[in-house]
């Protein structure tokens, strides 16, 4: 278990969807999180105290948190020496990226010096099984995306959120490293090998009480050249009884590809049934969650009323209204008796 409180690092992070992963900690875990550390020519700003290294051991942080999420997962050799700096000072150093703070020399030599870990939490650590695809007791809950990056993990904490208030059996089931980080447990799957991908969200979303929800985070999504082979394992692996599709309207192409346009809200809806329908055909989009952070209040209320008029599903934003109205759908489900898994 990662020792807390943090520090978390942005780097140079060049926008604040780069900086994902602290922004992530800092929204869901904010007791975790005693500052932020950036480097010259950082965007991003997760509103916490700005802080040396110095500053945050005299705060108490235990671990430095590699806060940023750039395009490959890279730990940026402009990094290096702040993260050494680090681990001289005492701390642990966390990181979700792929390649590994145990394959950097120097950064090893100051953890050994000091008595500090190196903690790699996208190092899958399960021997997972191939998928099965058979039928499994509970019911799941995946929220997809016309894009990366598009509120997929805020939707599912927020349901789950909203699920537990209830007094609802919710489980949040994490895919990727801001998850896992949040969370302390759950599936690095960009990083397990391909022909056990779905096997691992199997293995992550057992058998389970006839009324106990998973809400499985969403990763990538299946028109994204990039990455579609994660939401793929997600959506054979997880098996879902429920989709919920995830939306940030002011994009005007792929995350990282500006040759790629966005699909539209009805072709991910279409995709995705015809795709999950192939392990499960009772599968239904429940509601739709889009991000409006982009959006001012009223220009971001009249995008949530024309999407559900035009797709007759509840729309919401999860950080403006709450997770209410999706919840109510999946309550829905359970009462008209659908059959589980």
């Not at 966390?94 to 394959?103: E, K, Q, T, V, W």
């Not at 809200?265 to 889009?290: K, M, W, Y």
């Amino acid at each position: 278990m990662l020792k807390t409180p943090y520090l978390l690092f942005l780097g140079d992070a060049p926008d604040q969807l780069a900086a994902k992963v602290a922004q992530g900690i800092r929204d869901w875990r904010p007791e975790f999180a005693v500052g932020q550390l950036r480097l010259e020519g950082c965007r991003a700003d997760v509103k916490l105290p700005d802080m040396t290294i110095a500053d945050a051991r005299g705060a108490g942080a235990q671990t430095l948190v590699v806060g940023a999420a750039n395009r490959g997962g890279v730990i940026s050799k402009a990094w290096v020496r702040t993260l050494v700096e680090a681990a001289e000072t005492g701390m642990d150093i966390a990181s979700g990226l792929h390649n590994r703070l145990s394959d950097i020399p120097e950064l090893v030599a100051a953890a050994e010096r000091s008595g500090t870990r190196l903690l790699d939490v996208r190092l899958p650590t399960v021997s997972y099984p191939i998928a099965d695809g058979k039928p499994r007791t509970g019911k799941r809950c995946l929220a997809v995306g016309t894009d990366c990056s598009v509120g997929k993990m805020y939707t599912a904490l927020a349901m789950e959120r909203e699920m537990r208030a209830r007094g609802m059996k919710a489980t949040f089931r994490a895919t990727g490293q801001t998850g896992i980080l949040i969370t302390g447990s759950g599936v690095p799957l960009d990083a397990v090998v391909a022909d056990f991908m779905a096997g691992s969200i199997e293995w992550l979303t057992p058998d389970n009480d006839a009324d106990h929800w998973d809400l499985i985070e969403g990763q990538g999504s299946l028109f994204h050249p990039s990455y579609s082979g994660v939401t793929m394992a997600l959506v054979h692996g997880g098996r879902p009884d429920a989709l919920v599709l995830c939306h940030e309207p002011t994009r005007t192409h792929m995350r990282g590809l500006p040759h790629y346009r966005l699909p539209s809200l009805e072709a991910l809806r279409d995709l995705a049934l015809v795709s999950a329908r192939i392990v499960n055909p009772d599968v239904e989009v429940c509601g739709i969650a889009v991000n409006t952070v982009a959006l001012g209040e009223k220009d971001a209320r009249a995008c949530l009323e024309t999407i559900e008029e035009r797709m007759g599903l509840p729309t919401v934003d999860p950080l403006r209204d709450g997770a209410a109205r999706l919840v109510d759908a999946l309550a829905g489900r359970l009462v008209s008796g659908a059959a589980p898994g």
